[in-house]
T-cell receptor, first 113, second 113 residues
């Protein structure tokens, strides 16, 4: 059974810092990995999707990498801002017909002004 | 840019009451999913529908029923609500084949008293 782990559960950093959020998964047989952002009381917003054949994806100040063989992904946030404060979740979609996303529990990020 | 629309956004029920959560997508996607999100538990799959006319149980289906009314709509019904069903419910969708991005609704916050 696929398991997705995100450690630590919470992180607090000063504004301007570059930071890395980690995600690990137990089964490397995946179609893709997706990073989401969730603001308090809100839904999930997709940030980046990495296909299993890709190594990384970039969007603005965000860069996500994928190392399928080691079961790891990282989300790099450059020059963090208070507006980046949110919970970040990663999810993997295993291979196989009708496969479903398996989520980590998320990392709650607080960026201090 | 509707995407995935859930109704209602908030609901308070008394134990034993019934209700239906509605989800509609305008993205022409085949697969639709219902998740619940609880503190410390992350997102857990309740039911999913791989295509119109099909539904299957997820990780935590007890106490729920679903209907895939057509390609656009997927509803979740609580026949006799219990306090343990207090949660935030999310509907999600993505197109198959399996390499595509998942999109989420804004959630329904349900309290059962």
């Amino acid at each position: 059974k696929q398991e997705v782990t995100q450690i630590p559960a919470a992180l607090s950093v000063p504004e301007g810092e570059n930071l890395v959020l980690n995600c690990s998964f137990t089964d490397s047989a995946i179609y893709n990995l997706q990073w989401f952002r969730q603001d308090p009381g809100k839904g999930l917003t997709s940030l980046l999707l990495i296909q299993s054949s890709q190594r990384e994806q970039t969007s603005g100040r965000l860069n996500a990498s994928l190392d399928k063989s080691s079961g790891r992904s990282t989300l790099y946030i450059a020059a963090s801002q208070p507006g980046d404060s949110a919970t970040y979740l990663c999810a993997v979609r295993p291979t196989g017909a009708n496969s479903k996303l398996t989520f980590g529990k998320g990392i709650t990020l607080s960026v201090r002004p | 840019n509707a995407g995935v629309t859930q109704t209602p956004k908030f609901q308070v029920l008394k134990t034993g009451q019934s209700m239906t959560l509605q989800c509609a997508q305008d993205m022409n996607h085949n697969s639709m999913y219902w998740y619940r999100q609880d503190p410390g538990m992350g997102l857990r799959l309740i039911y999913y529908s791989a295509s119109e006319g099909t539904t299957d149980k997820g990780e935590v289906p007890n106490g729920y029923n679903v209907s895939r009314l057509n390609k656009r709509e997927f509803s979740l019904r609580l026949e006799s609500a219990a306090p343990s069903q207090t949660s935030v419910y999310f509907c999600a969708t993505y197109r198959d084949p399996s390499g595509t991005e998942a999109f989420f609704g804004q959630g329904t916050r349900l309290t059962v008293v």
